[in-house]
């Protein structure tokens, strides 16, 4: 363990937060642009409670672009919108954009699929109980959707413990910068496979808190 | 007037109200439908199958009607149009006086508060306990807490479930859950009640179950029932009246002991014979004796009605007319609360004695049918 120095500990440790910042903030974001999004998908998409096809095609279509634009493209194509939105393309603040912003079209995906699962009974149910379409949405869609939902947010959180490697290169750093710089750029495969370590059991832990999450919300 | 008094209540943003005021509406005259549905038409989509194709009916007030048909017959669009959850191309929807498809939004949504509605497969929301399913009409309604639960508290009893209080429904067997459905489909306490398939996801058992609290709730709280089923049995066992439908079309209706008894059409006495059975068993036939030389073998089927079925009707016409009566296979059964009794007769004699027999059963209101051999 003679490499694990200080400084090399107090690296990792920083590595650490700033891959839980990246990812964390990231997230809250993609789940609050993602919800309202998929919302209003799933609500304007054929068959659903007010069909816009002149509003869900666009939309759609905006959703598969981004989803198909390769991160570490993506991350460099919007510099101008990221040095808009946080005043910098360098760091990890800078990072957190490219990141949301991905995650935001990845969560609209996954919640549209979760809030399609709703069974439609239950929706049709509440319609002929004098339900408005504001009250469809907050007391049958999402709330039937809730573990589905909680799925899609762990899924979302792992993709971007895996997206937030790429962070690097916009000085975004995190763990995965980190282990290319030390362990592959400087030969020190300790540090490579400490960083590999962390980032398994960091997505070990998300997936056993989300997985636990949805168990305890289902009552199936 | 109904209509005006609903919609200032909406404008004054209260909706509370508007479930009190549908109460408040004067007892309908027992000559008014409850429910009319005057030419309704559907199709699905342009040049697609048509649904419905000019259906007019009247639901009495009180009376639990049946629609029985095939699937597909288009009795399941048909109930979706009296709350408008299906839209008809074409015809008019009256509710308890109210002309629905005039309606906007809102007063659309404060009338179907007063229509309760009973689903196939419960429809029920998975994360929500009994109490919270059955309070769900009520929080849309906005009703506060206190009153929500002083409801809830008055609907478990009324369909049995108290012990389910806080079960989810994935605790509950078909026929508690259907309970849950029945007691939701009431909360905001409906002059009216839709039941769309409403046993048919449940075992005979319970099926007679739920068949009975719905006729045991029609009775306690004078309501309307409107049911669509595939299963004559349904029929034969709540309903007053019925109507049968196929290709979109109401092709008999009638009170049930009339359609069970003579029924027009041969769909009809398809669904009729699913119940009561028709005919003779195909063993029971080939072991019949033949005629003898100088008579004739006629077969037939009575039904006897009410009283009838207490007279010795079959040693009498022996007696009287001189023929010989097999009973090939029978039952007695009720329809919609009267006595009711099927008989596959094999009768011997004279063409004359035979044709003179069938006439006086006739004339005593037995019902006789040739049976082909």
Redesign the interface.
């Known amino acids: 363990m003679s490499w694990l120095t200080p400084m090399m500990q107090d690296l990792l440790i920083e590595a650490l937060g700033q891959t839980l910042v990246m990812v964390g903030v990231s997230t809250v974001l993609a789940v609050a642009l993602g919800l309202p999004l998929a919302l209003l998908l799933h609500v304007t998409g054929p068959g659903g409670l007010s069909p816009r096809p002149w509003l869900n095609r666009p939309l759609g279509l905006a959703v598969n672009a981004l989803r198909s634009t390769p991160f570490i493209i993506l991350m460099v194509a919007i510099v101008p919108f990221t040095r808009l939105v946080a005043g910098t393309s360098i760091g990890t603040g800078a990072a957190i954009v490219p990141l949301a912003l991905a995650a935001t079209a990845f969560l609209a995906r996954l919640f549209e699929n979760a809030l399609r699962e709703v069974?439609p009974?239950?929706v049709?149910?509440?319609?002929?109980?004098?339900?408005?379409r504001g009250?469809i949405v907050w007391?049958?869609l999402v709330?039937?959707a809730?573990?589905g939902l909680i799925a899609a947010v762990t899924v979302a959180l792992v993709s971007l413990v895996g997206f937030s490697a790429m962070a690097g290169a916009i000085g975004g750093g995190g763990l995965g910068d980190l282990g290319i710089r030390f362990g592959y750029q400087r030969f020190m495969p300790e540090v490579m496979a400490s960083v590999v370590l962390i980032l398994i059991l960091l997505v070990q832990g998300l997936q056993s808190i989300g997985d636990w999450l949805v168990r305890r919300?289902?009552?199936? | 007037m109904a209509d005006l008094r609903i919609k200032r209540v909406l404008i004054s943003g209260n909706p509370v109200h508007a479930t009190t005021i549908m109460r408040d509406i004067p007892a309908l005259q027992a000559e008014d439908p409850a429910i009319r549905l005057a030419g309704l038409s559907k199709r699905f989509a342009a040049g697609g199958a048509v649904a419905l194709a000019d259906v007019s009916l009247e639901v009495r007030s009180g009376e639990i009607f049946g629609i029985v048909g095939r699937s597909g017959a288009g009795k399941s669009t048909l109930v979706r149009t009296v709350?408008l959850?299906e839209r008809p191309d074409a015809g008019a929807v009256t509710v308890l006086g109210q002309a629905l498809l005039g309606l906007d939004?809102a007063a659309?949504?404060?009338?179907?508060?007063g229509?309760g509605?009973v689903?196939q497969?419960?429809?029920?929301?998975?994360?929500?306990t009994v109490a919270e399913n059955i309070a769900?009409?009520l929080?849309?309604?906005g009703i506060p807490r206190a009153e929500r639960a002083a409801r809830i508290a008055e609907l478990l009893p009324l369909v049995g479930l108290e012990a389910k209080r806080d079960a989810?429904?994935?605790q509950l067997s078909g026929g508690q859950k259907q309970r849950v459905g029945i007691a939701?489909a009431l909360a905001?306490r409906p002059r009216i009640l839709?039941c769309d398939e409403a046993t048919s996801a449940l075992d005979p058992e319970t099926t007679a179950e739920i068949l009975a609290l719905i006729r045991d709730l029609r009775d306690r709280l004078q309501l309307t029932v409107l049911l669509i089923t595939h299963e004559m049995a349904v029929v034969k066992s709540i309903c007053d009246r019925v109507a049968v439908m196929e290709a979109g079309r109401v092709i008999e209706q009638g009170p049930v002991l009339e359609v069970f008894t003579r029924p027009q059409q041969p769909t009809t006495r398809r669904f009729v014979a699913e119940v009561i059975g028709h005919g003779v068993p195909a063993g029971t036939l080939a072991r019949l004796p033949s005629a003898r030389p100088g008579e004739e073998r006629r077969l037939v089927q009575v039904l006897f009605l009410g009283p009838h079925s207490t007279r010795a009707v079959i040693s009498e016409a022996s007696r009287e007319f001189g023929i010989d009566l097999d009973i090939a296979a029978g039952r007695i059964d009720s329809i919609a609360g009267e006595p009711f009794g099927v008989m596959a007769l094999a009768a011997y004699g004279k063409a004359e004695a035979l044709e003179a027999a069938f006439a006086w059963m006739r004339g005593l209101g037995l019902v006789i049918e040739e049976i082909e051999a």
């Open positions: 069974d009974g239950v049709e149910a509440a319609q002929a109980m004098g339900a408005s009250q007391k049958v709330p039937e809730l573990p919300l289902s009552h199936r | 709350n959850l939004a659309l949504r404060a009338a179907r508060r229509i509605m689903f497969h419960f429809n029920l929301h998975h994360r929500r769900f009409p929080e849309v309604a989810y429904p994935a939701r905001s839709l």
